[in-house]
């Protein structure tokens, strides 16, 4: 079984800061990675994900984050926020072998003018 | 490429109601989840198809829940009598082969209220 921490329920900032958003994760077997978001009144949509290779993985509008693997962690950064990235992000982990993802609690992401 | 789609994106009913949602996935991904998602928490698996077949439904309250996945490509999801706890909203999401990437395309969610 896995399981997903993510270490701040809400984190504001002001636009253009950098942001971080923290995930911790729990497994006895290989995984996946994913950031998704979630925008108001919206289903989830794909941030970045990791399978193999560079540690370091890009996203779609900016977002990038990296996969330590001795600290199962998987922590999600931004080196410039927007306003339009005020929203829920969610980190999830999946078995590389089963079909079942599981979530976090989510973050929200609030970007202050 | 259409996405997923869900209705009714909103549902209001009062308790021992039934209701149902429907979802119809992405064309040609064989794999249909439904998540239930609670407020200011992150989404919950309640059952799994692999193209027809429930493959994982462990968390699916059986007593007033059903799910079925006629042919392989729409769903419904049912709750019969709903409960107050049953307000949330419920996401159906669709992926291709789950062992390869596992990422999920998501609907935009189906939100029930109990009253």
């Known amino acids: 079984a896995q399981s997903v921490t993510q270490l701040d329920s809400q984190v504001p900032v002001f636009e253009e800061a950098p942001v971080e958003l923290r995930c911790n994760y729990s497994s006895s077997v290989s995984v996946y990675l994913f950031w998704y978001v979630q925008y108001p009144n919206q289903g989830l949509q794909l941030l970045l994900k990791?399978?193999?290779?560079?540690?370091l993985v890009k996203g779609i509008n900016g977002f990038e984050a990296e996969f330590n693997k001795s600290q199962t962690s998987f922590h999600l950064r931004k080196p410039s926020v927007h306003i339009s990235d005020t929203a829920e992000y969610f980190c999830?982990?999946?078995?590389?072998?089963?079909?079942?993802?599981?979530f976090g609690d989510g973050t929200t992401l609030t970007v202050k003018p | 490429e259409a996405g997923v789609v869900q209705s009714p994106r909103y549902k209001i009913i009062e308790k021992k109601q039934p209701v149902a949602f429907w979802c119809n996935p992405i064309?040609?991904?064989?794999?249909l989840y439904w998540y239930l998602q609670n407020l200011g928490q992150g989404p919950e698996l309640l059952i799994r198809?692999?193209?027809?077949?429930?493959?994982?439904d462990s968390q699916l309250p059986k007593d007033r829940f059903s799910a079925e996945r006629l042919k392989g490509v729409d769903s419904t999801l049912k709750i019969q009598p709903a409960e107050l706890g049953d307000s949330a909203v419920y996401l159906c999401a669709s992926s291709l082969r789950t062992a390869v990437t596992g990422e999920l395309f998501f609907g935009e969610g189906s939100r029930l209220t109990v009253l």
């Open positions: 064309s040609g991904h064989n794999t």
């Open positions: 990791y399978l193999s290779g560079s540690t």
């Open positions: 999830a982990v999946k078995d590389t072998n089963a079909g079942k993802s599981t």
């Open positions: 198809y692999e193209n027809e077949e429930a493959v994982d």
